[in-house]
């Protein structure tokens, strides 16, 4: 965002999705980042034992973390 407080719109667009095999079993995370200036970046991952909505939180997480840091390089 910018200093004056106004913004011509936000920074990025995130799309996120996570799912388990089950209630506990393996299970994967996804999000896509679209920036302003039209970078794309995906990023995608899992863990052996885990839930649905472990997995959905986790893509939501990971996606504010990367995107943050992104903004701040």
Do not use: F
């Amino acid at each position: 965002m910018s200093g004056t407080g106004t913004s011509p719109g936000p920074e990025a667009h995130v799309y996120t999705d996570g799912a388990s095999t089950g209630s506990r079993g393996p299970g994967g995370y996804g999000a896509v980042i679209t920036y302003r200036n039209g970078e794309t970046k995906e990023i995608s991952g899992g863990e052996p034992n885990t839930t649905n909505l472990r997995m959905e939180l986790t893509a939501a997480c990971v996606a504010v973390r990367v995107s943050c840091a992104d903004s701040r390089s």
